[in-house]
């Protein structure tokens, strides 16, 4: 059986933690940033852990991480 391929769209968006949990940086960091306050701009800053809905679909996408 062939290897399996890694979706690299996925693999460029999240990265694996030492416990196996996927992190993610935040979205609606990259435009129309002006209407924005500056407290919500630096909260998107900070990545965060995926949600278990949505990680359990993106380990599939990223079998050898």
């Not at 890694?6 to 990259?30: E, N």
């Not at 900070?46 to 278990?52: L, S």
């Amino acid at each position: 059986m062939p290897k399996m391929k890694t979706k690299r769209a996925a693999a460029k968006r999240f990265h694996v933690t030492g416990t196996g949990k996927l992190k993610r940086m935040k979205a609606y960091k990259s435009h129309i940033l002006t209407k924005k306050s500056a407290k919500t701009k630096r909260n998107l800053r900070k990545a965060t852990i995926t949600d278990q809905t949505n990680a359990k679909v993106m380990k599939k996408l990223l079998p050898y991480q």
